[in-house]
């Protein structure tokens, strides 16, 4: 078999892949400490601007993530086309971020 210098080695593509289900996962879990501990506080003390605080980093960080994750594993399974992975996917997270974004800026312009 010839080998040229931009050859990749199929393992190689697998372990990247794993690496990027790695980082994925954990920045997923990062999000996900960081949304509980602003509902932690929502809870502690009753504050509305928190809870709105800890949805919109939910939505921003965790969702997106594993609908990513999910659509991906589904996909495999039932064989999405390419315009899932193209244009549904994206737009979705996209509205999902604009939907966390807005509850952020909500939770920093309520008056209690």
Avoid: H, K
């Amino acid at each position: 078999m010839i080998r040229y210098p931009l050859q990749l080695d199929p393992r190689q593509e697998y372990v990247g892949y794993l690496i990027l289900l790695a980082v994925t996962l954990g920045a997923m879990m990062l999000g996900l400490f960081i949304a509980f501990q602003a509902y932690r506080g929502y809870r502690r003390n009753q504050s509305r601007r928190m809870l709105f605080l800890a949805l919109g980093l939910g939505f921003i960080t965790v969702v997106p993530f594993a609908l990513s994750l999910l659509i991906t594993f589904v996909g495999q399974r039932f064989g999405f086309g390419p315009y899932v992975y193209t244009y549904w996917l994206p737009i979705t997270t996209r509205l999902i971020e604009i939907g966390g974004l807005g509850c952020i800026l909500y939770s920093l312009s309520i008056r209690q």
